[in-house]
């Protein structure tokens, strides 16, 4: 099966000092669900937002469904950061409408459905929203879409354990099967049981590519046990 | 999808531009009332028309003068809204929070680039255009009050004989005239966008520094401005003078004008051609060096 990511001898320094991501080479195939997962600080948000293009990276070449990154890769990549980018007094139709004119692959009918499930008016003005609903409404603007490759930069932090459920269950109901989830968290016991895969991130450097299952089978302990005992302090 | 970008930078900028071009119009209205109103009186007080007292005369120049230090306030207030707003507005979708939409969108850095440039020119534009009309506006009322009866028609015979008489006095005060034309045409068509883009260039540079990077735009713009005016004023002094050398000035008044525009014209050129190299820089670092915080 062809990767749907690639990222070759990927390393993002700042200031030419701190090397937050090294000689990454990762690639990810279509299908699956993905854990992103390391300890503050270890890289995933800088990884997310370099396969995202809101970070250059200092070496090497990321590939997106062979193209590099750019208003094409972008048309298929839906981001959820660790932001809220959802500011001033528009109401949130007018935010899907901003999404339907720029994304083909964003449907209106689903984010509008999901957008009923959650209680949310569409009516409802961002300024008027608390963060907590803000967040929602981004992660449905992501899910409402299409995508080849979703990914989501910590997106159950910061949310009450039922809105995490729905939240869980909204990305493994939305997502097209031949997409991959790129799910970045340190919550890992929450999401633990809708991964297939997980990456493990240390200090910018992956030092651990494999399925859950197989860590189950092979380690005879959960992925977050495993998790622990890797990067015990 | 550039359509789409300048779409929605036009609804998100609208109600600021519609609002500085509405105060500019109270402005004006202002300069009316406050102005025009009370010199008319004031005028016809000194000729004896009316009847006024000293406290009046005083209270009317006291209203002229409060009245034309507001009106010059809104103006160049406007003027330096929509510079700051759209600094602001630049910043804001660029480089804060609202940046990751902004940058995950299927565009290019160039079609972001072009939408924002165009719309806050095209309001830059409008309101330099409010302005000159507001200035125009005003102007001819003072005319009214002020000068002698029979001015209009003065002026009506002077284009008439710019655009007709084709006797030589008429001919060069027609190419000083027309020069006068593109200057104003340049600097209402060209100058706004290019003022938008070195903002907006300065801006994308200040992103290149690792801390205070709004604070190193905002530097920046300054340093290049500067540096811009101070490149372009010796030049077109340089140019200028070696023009007046190579002719008699004596034999050719209008001369006087034509050295003045191609000084004008110079630094036109160098700000335009700042602006559109600071374009290529600024798609550059969108593309190789983004670096959103």
């Known amino acids: ?233 | 999808m550039l359509g789409k970008l300048i779409k929605y930078e036009w609804k998100d900028t609208c109600k600021m531009g519609f609002l500085v071009l509405a105060v500019i119009a109270c402005m004006t209205l202002l300069g009316v009332v406050g102005g025009v109103f009370p010199i008319n009186f004031l005028v016809k007080n000194a000729q004896g028309i009316t009847d006024g007292n000293e406290l009046s005369n005083i209270l009317m120049g006291f209203t002229v003068m409060t009245t034309y230090m507001v009106y010059i306030i809104g103006l160049i207030g406007g003027v330096y809204g929509v510079l700051i707003y759209s600094g602001v507005h630049f910043y804001k979708t660029m480089y804060s929070d609202q940046g990751y939409l902004t940058h995950t969108l299927p565009v290019t850095s160039g079609q972001l680039l072009i939408s924002k440039m165009f719309i806050s020119g095209v309001w830059y534009m409008l309101v330099l255009l409010g302005i000159s009309i507001s200035i125009m506006t005003l102007s001819g009322f003072l005319i009214n009050v002020l000068l002698p009866e029979g001015f209009w028609e003065s002026v009506a015979e002077i284009f008439r004989g710019l655009l007709w008489d084709n006797s030589e006095g008429y001919a060069e005060v027609r190419m000083v005239f027309v020069q006068l034309i593109f200057f104003w045409l340049f600097n209402l068509l060209i100058m706004p966008f290019a003022t938008m883009m070195i903002l907006y260039g300065s801006l994308t540079i200040g992103q290149l520094f690792r801390k205070y990077r709004a604070v190193m735009g905002i530097l920046v713009y300054f340093g290049i401005t500067f540096l811009s005016g101070i490149f372009g004023s010796v030049a077109s002094q340089i140019v200028t003078t070696m023009q007046m050398l190579a002719s008699d000035m004596a034999e050719d008044y209008t001369a006087v004008f034509m050295y003045g525009f191609g000084g004008y014209y110079i630094q036109f050129f160098v700000t335009v051609g700042v602006a559109v190299g600071l374009f290529f820089v600024s798609n550059h670092i969108l593309q190789k060096k983004l670096n959103l915080e």
Do not use: W
Request: charged share 25%; hydrophobic share 40%; glycine share 8%.
């Open chain 1, 1 to 233: 099966m062809s990767s749907l990511v690639e990222l070759k001898g990927v390393s993002k320094s700042y200031d030419n000092k701190l090397l937050a991501v090294n000689n990454v080479n990762l690639s990810l195939p279509r299908g699956k669900i993905i854990g992103l997962l390391g300890p503050n600080g270890s890289g995933k948000t800088t990884m997310i937002k370099m396969i995202n293009g809101i970070l250059a990276p200092t070496a090497g070449e990321i590939r997106i469904a062979g193209m590099p990154v750019g208003p094409g890769t972008k048309a298929r990549v839906a981001y959820l950061p660790d932001r809220n980018y959802l500011t001033g007094n528009k109401t949130v139709e007018q935010v899907f409408h901003y999404f339907d004119d720029f994304y083909e692959n964003f449907s209106m009918q689903k984010a509008l459905g999901m957008l009923e499930s959650l209680h949310i008016q569409p009516e409802a003005r961002l300024n008027s929203l608390s963060k907590g609903t803000k967040e929602k409404v981004q992660l449905i603007l992501v899910m409402g879409r299409d995508a080849d490759l979703y990914v989501l930069d910590e997106p159950i932090a910061g949310v009450d354990p039922a809105a995490r459920d729905y939240i869980l269950r909204a990305i493994i109901d939305n997502y097209n099967p031949e997409a991959t989830v790129l799910i970045s968290t340190h919550l890992i016991t929450d999401i633990e049981n809708v991964l297939d895969e997980v990456v493990f991130v240390r200090r910018g450097q992956i030092v651990l590519y494999n399925s859950a299952d197989k860590i189950r089978e092979e380690k005879g302990k959960s992925v977050d046990a495993y998790f622990r005992e890797v990067f015990a302090c």
